[in-house]
């Protein structure tokens, strides 16, 4: 086990990176209407094969490969965290570029973000109980969910009811800054992590090979979760782009609040969720331009044909 990975961080850094995920959210909810929950309610079959394969298919899959390919318990409860979370609020720009039904992909992320509140804590414990090789880690732990459920109401509903609410009164101030707020948001997570990195620099080199291929494998996983959902569900293509996106873009700074708030001493947990937030930007973007070149090839011989 790897136990012996610490991580250090300033007591400064935790409220200030539940504050950037709060801000995260706050921005993300600037332009989501009551419309956007309703239209799952009026569509309802690409935005519910979603989450299934979002909250249910991702962490009980996830918890399987960490038992199938005896994963470290500590890397493993790091995975099965990341897999626990929603989706990342990245994944809505990325289903715009990838010509992806954008309409799918808000409604989920607004209804995963709220149920997250229960769903995350759940997930979490459930599967890390379940798993025999971290159900001894877990207990260890011995937190409450509800603590962890009022961490996620603090930094994911609240904020998305405040930025929904801001957003119907003053309209053209969510419109104009929708993509400052996103834009500012990832460069001030991407500093974060940064600057976390930069601060255990040698701790993260001499532990690379024991988790960048994991979260690659990991985030390889969720993207062909979502993929195989979408033609098992015989969706539209847009909206099959969607749902792949929902489920591949996690949440992973929501997992590092919640690990800097819980779990400090747990490094290995740690350095999971934080190369995610890395990487599964670099996946779900290059996804995204694959597939918007290929829509403009495809429409570019449609009307040259």
Known sequence: MLTDVQIQFDPGALILLNGILAFMMFGVS??????????????????????????????????????????????????????SCPGGSFSNIM?????????????????????????TPFNFMLYGQLNPATREL???????????????????????????????????????????FRVLSLLVFFAFIV????????????????????????????????????????????????????????NSGLGLGILFTFFPEYGSMMIIAAFWGVWHLVSGLSLALIWHRRTQLRETAYVQG
């Open 30 to 83: 600037l332009t989501l209407k009551p419309d956007d929950f309703r239209q799952i309610l009026r569509a309802p079959i690409a935005p519910g094969i979603g989450l299934i394969a979002q909250f249910i298919v991702l962490p009980a899959l996830t918890a399987w490969f960490t038992w199938a390919f005896d994963i470290d318990p500590e890397l493993a409860l790091g995975m099965i965290l990341v897999a």
């Open 95 to 119: 289903t715009h570029i990838g010509r992806g039904n954008v309409a799918v992909s808000v409604s989920m992320t607004a209804v995963s973000s709220l149920a997250a509140i229960i769903m």
């Open 195 to 250: 600057i976390a990195v930069r601060n255990n620099f040698s701790v993260f080199m001499e532990h690379m090979a024991s988790f960048a291929l994991l979260v690659i494998a990991h985030n390889a996983l969720a993207l062909g979760i979502g993929t195989l959902a979408g033609y098992g569900a015989k969706l539209a293509r847009a909206d099959r782009r969607a749902v792949t996106l929902e489920v591949g873009i996690q």
């Open 138 to 180: 877990i207990q260890n732990i011995a937190i409450s969910p509800i603590e962890i459920l009022m961490l996620t109401t603090l930094v994911l509903a609240i904020p998305l009811i405040l930025g929904m609410v801001v957003g119907q009164r003053f309209p053209r101030f969510a419109i104009r800054s929708d993509k400052p």
